[in-house]
Structure formats: structure tokens, C-alpha cells
């Protein structure tokens, strides 16, 4: 069968995963509007700095540029994308279509996400679908590589995607969203990106009980750059299954207004060097939401070069 | 119970613009008990809609709207009252308006948004617990709904933003799955919980829904 992209520029996260290596990617938030300047100078800026870049699908329900279509242009631009798929704006033929589309443009990595719910967005009015959710979107692409739509209709050819999915470790309570997590990895999820963590010590009692749970799936931490103690207030107060402790809440706290963000950057670059250093888990996942100029930056004060890892 | 808010009268005005003889159909049932159709809302809109220097040609309000027989049998027997309306302003849920859709030709107004089919807590406090899915899939959930109660009508355990229990899209909502949880734990069918659930059948009952009884034998 004939691949738009014959020749892939990067690995795969598949096969830097399976072949042990540290996985670093970062994240591009598509605009709102059809100016995509901005979107391109941070794809080019990241797309050798992290092994791929995961693509938000209108993220906090926002409409904005497509994830789909931005996956592509990451991919014409010699980088590796992450596609996110969420269930709230498409139901599972649409979603079909689109992975069949994403599969004949080379992406070979989507992240299965229910999705964010509507009234949190800018399109309040608007329908929700959720015909299907994340488990189920985890096996529609499974039914997909088996040749086969959710309809039960053969495919004239197959696809094939590394399926990865995510996790709460703060999630309260925590046994539900275990449980969950462990059907997820039998719906066919074979790698995991994390909610955003900051409490290390909880991270690690986290990935204690996910390792007894499967020792081979491959689990990311995922990381949100601070950039000021009222961001660190608003995602204790409103922001689900993100918890800022203490020590860093006041670490920020005492940074004077001029070294908010190289406060952010120090701590995100520790959270990266314990990671690897400790061995904690597969990978880390940069989320600087807006600030994804010091992605490299951060990478660097981390000591991290991927073409060294 | 289908539940019911009134909407504003100015919005009601607006419907009733150009009508100055108007019949006021009320409902014995669930418009009753939401007090937003039942003998004195409906006595209250009269006096309002006089004030407004409208004609209340009539009013009536009787069990079950939604019956369609029942509601031409009482449009027969307000027949004069009915005959002099230029239209009908109905106090009850949509089902209701479109049964006096049917009674008559005239126009017809709703006077309610219809919300959703509620369990009430207590008076005046209801909450939906079934969306009426065509496919009841309450045993394999502690008899606890995840397709209507989870926000996001998810079969497979809580999204990410559930938050000590409560919704991510209201913290005033408990989380569905946070309720099925411990509910499964309860009675020791956790099991259930570990199962995956398929796609559900949104056609199940297909829209419109319609439904005819084969007669039992004897009638
Ligand atoms: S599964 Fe839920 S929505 Fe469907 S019939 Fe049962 S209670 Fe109602
Ligand atoms: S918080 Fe709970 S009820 Fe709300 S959408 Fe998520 S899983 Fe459903």
C-alpha cells in the first residue's frame, strides 16, 4: 500500500520506547485562527530538541487548529508527532476516518483521551458526543489493525499505531482510576503519558503500584511547567487530579517576579534529571503550555541532549 | 418524572403576541408537582395574562397531559371555552404541549422548558438519574447510571477530572463513577468494575421512539 510518507525522518516512539531509551517529548498547542507562524517556529524549535510532540485536540474543549492537521505539518517538517484523539467532537466514524486519513500520512502514535467536557470550553452550547471513550477508542484502533471498522465492516487494508493512553496518579481516590488503568492496557494501551506530577514522592508510590500492575508497559511522567505562584493556586483550586505541593508552591513563592520563570524552568529540569536518574519510569512529557520557546532550555539545564540519551 | 421550569413571562407575552383570547392547559401530574403547571400556577398565569389585558377564554388542568385522548375528551368537554380561544398556552412538558398539538388546530404555546426525566429528592429538588438509553445497563453498574449520571456517559471508570468524588463539570455533582465504585465494593462485585465495555447502542431506541403493545389475549 502506498504511505503519502514514504520515508520517516525520526524514530518512532515505539521503537525508542522498546529500545530503552529515556523518551523525551514535548507539546504543541495548536492557535485559534488560521495564523500557524508562531505554531511552525515551535515545531521547528522543538522538533530535534524531543523525540516527538504530542498535538492537542482542542484542548480544554477550545476550538482551535486541528490536531490531525497539525500532525501532518509536524511531520513535513521532519518531526514526529503524538496525535491526541479525543472522543468529545467526533463520533467513532468520524474518528475512523480520521485515523485512516492519519495512518496514509505517516502517524504512527495517537493518544486515546476522552476528552474535556464542554461547558469547561468556549463553545458552551455546543453537542457533546461521547459516543465512545477513551477504553473504547483503544479498542476501536485495535478492531482497526485487526482489519476491521466498529461497524464490523472489513477494511480494505489494516492500520497500525502504537496506542498510548493516560493517567492520574493524584486521581482521588486513587483505586478506581488503577483499576481503569489496567483496562486500559487490556483495551490495548501499550504506553502511558501522565497527568501532570509534581509530588515526586507520590509519583513514585504511583508507579510502584502501576508496575504491579504490568512491568512492561511503558509510563511517561508528565510535566507542567510553573510559571508563577497564581498559576500554582489555580491548578490546586481548579485543575482535577493536579496537585502543587507545598515545597514548591513556597520555592516559587519566594522567587522575586523577574526569576518566576526561571524558577519554573530549575524545577521542571529537576523533576526531568530525577526521572532519569532515579529511574522512575520511561520518559518525561514537557508540558510549558505557551512557553514552548524554554523547552530547550529546560532540556538543557537538565543536562539532557536526546541524541545522547 | 418529567421535569419542568417555567420559562419567563415576558417570554410567554412574546409567544401569546397578536392573541388576545387564550385557553390555559395545566397539568395534574408532574407540572403539579414541579409547581410550574399544576392549580395555582395555572390561576396565576390567568390573573397575569388579565393584567396584561388578555381574554382567559377558559382553563383546565387535569391528570397526565401527555394523554392524547384524555386531552380531546377534555377539550370536548370545554368546548365553548375552547372554541373562542385564538390559542392554547400549556403549562406542562413538550409532550404535553404536542398532545394538545393534536387536540387542535389553533396554535399552541408552550409555557415550560421541559429539563429531564427526574427522581425527586424532595420537594422542589430533583435530580436525573435515567436518560432513558433503550438499552438499561444498570445491572452491570451497581444500579448506579454512568450513561446518564457521568457527565460524559463513560462506561469504563472515572475520566481524570473527578475530584474527591465530585464532577469535574460541577462540583455541586458527585462523580458517577466515584458512586459505582463504591457501590461494586460494597457488594463484592468489583469485577464488575474490571470488565470492558464495549461501544454502547445509541440506537437502541431509535428517534423518535414508538413503541406498540401487542394486545394481551381476551381483550
Ligand atoms: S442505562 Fe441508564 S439511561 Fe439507560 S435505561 Fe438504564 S438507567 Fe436509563
Ligand atoms: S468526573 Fe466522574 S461523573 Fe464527571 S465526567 Fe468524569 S467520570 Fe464522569
Known amino acids: 500500500m502506498t504511505l503519502l510518507i514514504e520515508k520517516h525522518a525520526k524514530p518512532s516512539i515505539q521503537e525508542i520506547l522498546e529500545s530503552g531509551t529515556f523518551l523525551v517529548t514535548g507539546e504543541i498547542g495548536p492557535p485559534k485562527g488560521s495564523n500557524i507562524d508562531e505554531m511552525i517556529h515551535h515545531i521547528d524549535l522543538l522538533k530535534d ?9 482542542n484542548q480544554s474543549s477550545v476550538m482551535r487548529y486541528p490536531s490531525l492537521g497539525t500532525a501532518i505539518l509536524i511531520k513535513e517538517r521532519g518531526g514526529e508527532p503524538n496525535l491526541q484523539v479525543t472522543c468529545r467532537d467526533r463520533n467513532r466514524l468520524a474518528i475512523e476516518a480520521d485515523l485512516l486519513f492519519a495512518y496514509t500520512r505517516g502517524i504512527r502514535s495517537v493518544l486515546c483521551l476522552t476528552g474535556d467536557s464542554i461547558p469547561v470550553g468556549d463553545h458552551k452550547d455546543a453537542k457533546s458526543v461521547f459516543d465512545i471513550e477513551s477504553v473504547q477508542l483503544l479498542q476501536l484502533i485495535r478492531n482497526m489493525e485487526e482489519g476491521k471498522d466498529l461497524g464490523g465492516n472489513e477494511l480494505n487494508e489494516p492500520v497500525s499505531f502504537y496506542k498510548g ?53 511503558k509510563i511517561c511522567a508528565g510535566l507542567v511547567l510553573l510559571t508563577g505562584p497564581g498559576q500554582i493556586k489555580y491548578m490546586n483550586n481548579n485543575v482535577p487530579g493536579v496537585f502543587v505541593p507545598e515545597n514548591l508552591a513556597k520555592e516559587m513563592e519566594e522567587a522575586p517576579k523577574e526569576e518566576r520563570l526561571a524558577t519554573g524552568i530549575r524545577i521542571c529540569a529537576r523533576q526531568i534529571r530525577m526521572c532519569i536518574d532515579e529511574k522512575l519510569c520511561d520518559g518525561v512529557h514537557i508540558m510549558a503550555i505557551g512557553k514552548e520557546d524554554v523547552v530547550p532550555q529546560i532540556l538543557e539545564e537538565a543536562g539532557v541532549d536526546i541524541t545522547k540519551l | 418524572m418529567i421535569i419542568t421550569k417555567s420559562k419567563p413571562f415576558e417570554e410567554v407575552l412574546k409567544e401569546l403576541e397578536g392573541e388576545s383570547k387564550i385557553f390555559i392547559v395545566g397539568c395534574g401530574s408532574c407540572a403539579t408537582t414541579c409547581e410550574t403547571g399544576g392549580e395555582e400556577q395555572v390561576a396565576e ?95 452491570d453498574f451497581g444500579a448506579i447510571c454512568p450513561v446518564t449520571r457521568c457527565h460524559k456517559g463513560i462506561l469504563n471508570g472515572p475520566c481524570g477530572g473527578t475530584d474527591n468524588g465530585k464532577c469535574e463539570t460541577d462540583r455541586e455533582k458527585d462523580c458517577a463513577w466515584t458512586l459505582i465504585y463504591k457501590q461494586l465494593e460494597k457488594e463484592g462485585k468489583l469485577d464488575r468494575f474490571s470488565r470492558i465495555y464495549g461501544p454502547k447502542n445509541w440506537q437502541a431506541n431509535m428517534k423518535p421512539g414508538r413503541v406498540i403493545f401487542e394486545k394481551k389475549g381476551g381483550e
Open chain 1, 49 to 57: 530538541k524531543v523525540h516527538a510532540m504530542n498535538i492537542t485536540d
Open chain 1, 165 to 217: 493512553a493516560i493517567v492520574t496518579p493524584e486521581a482521588n481516590p486513587i483505586e478506581p482510576q488503577m483499576l481503569k488503568f489496567r483496562k486500559k492496557i487490556e483495551a490495548g494501551a501499550q504506553w502511558f503519558q501522565t497527568q501532570a506530577v509534581y509530588d515526586m514522592d507520590n509519583f513514585k508510590r504511583f508507579m510502584e503500584q502501576a508496575r504491579k500492575i504490568d512491568d512492561k508497559v
Open chain 2, 45 to 139: 398565569m390567568k390573573k397575569r395574562l388579565e393584567e396584561e389585558g388578555k381574554t382567559v377564554t377558559g382553563t383546565t388542568v387535569y391528570e397526565e397531559v401527555c394523554h392524547e385522548l384524555n386531552t380531546k375528551r377534555k377539550f370536548r368537554e370545554n368546548k365553548e371555552a375552547v372554541e373562542a380561544a385564538e390559542g392554547f398556552l400549556v403549562m406542562c412538558c413538550g409532550a404535553g404541549c404536542q398532545s394538545v398539538r393534536e387536540a387542535t388546530e389553533k396554535a399552541v404555546h408552550p409555557a415550560c422548558d421541559t429539563v429531564f426525566l427526574g427522581n425527586i429528592l424532595r420537594l422542589g429538588n430533583f435530580e436525573e438519574k435515567c436518560s432513558l438509553c433503550g438499552e438499561c445497563v444498570l445491572e
